[in-house]
């Protein structure tokens, strides 16, 4: 595990989009496999990619955690510089593959433009989030557990206190590793939306 560094965008955005269906490969559901990445990744190696730890083998980036200390500061960004580019390249869906993701591509492709999505109700007493994803042969060895904590010792030594989560429902998995760590349920989760917190301590 280490920093990330701005060579591993690439790996980032590869790792992303190979468990981006409910941890399993998301190659080919969409008509643009950028969009994921562009969406749940890149923007955050973008803004702070101070945040961001790697796990490397052989050479190889094959999981991440991203992190963000300030989630209304990364609204605000998401919006001015990130969003507009965003929509330029992606105005519209492409044509439906032969996938039909529940989560489509319509749905994505606004969520990627729109910064408001970020902004929950807990904010104030959880105010950083992240985004944690490990290729399924990494999965199971505590690496998610190392890329976690390393990060929220990175938030509190910044004072920050809390951090937030959201993550697919349909992805069982993710919400058990997630009980384990500590994380609990926060007031604004939704069963077709799960949100957790956790303190940084």
Known sequence: MRRYRAADRAA??????????????A?????????????????????????????????????????????EEFIDWYARVWAPAFRERHPVAGPPTAHRPAYTEAQLVADGGDSERM???????????????????????????????ALRATLAERGVRALHLGFDAA???????????????????RPGAPRFGISTR
């Not at 980032?12 to 490969?25: F, M, P, R």
């Not at 496999?33 to 990619?49: H, I, Q, T």
């Open 12 to 25: 980032v955005a590869a790792v992303c989009l190979k468990t981006a269906a409910s941890g399993g490969d």
């Open 27 to 71: 190659t080919g559901v969409y008509s643009d496999d950028a969009l994921m990445p562009e969406v749940y990744a890149l923007p955050y190696v973008e803004y702070a990619p101070d945040l961001a730890f790697v796990v490397e083998v052989d050479g190889r980036v094959a999981g991440y955690v991203l992190g963000i200390a300030d989630t």
């Open 119 to 149: 902004r929950i109700p807990e904010l104030d007493d959880y105010p950083a989030h992240l985004h944690i994803d490990l290729l399924p042969e990494l999965q199971g060895r505590g690496l998610g557990r190392r890329l976690i904590d």
């Open 171 to 189: 992805n069982v998995g993710a919400r058990a590793f997630y009980e384990r760590l500590g994380f609990h349920e926060l007031p604004s989760s």
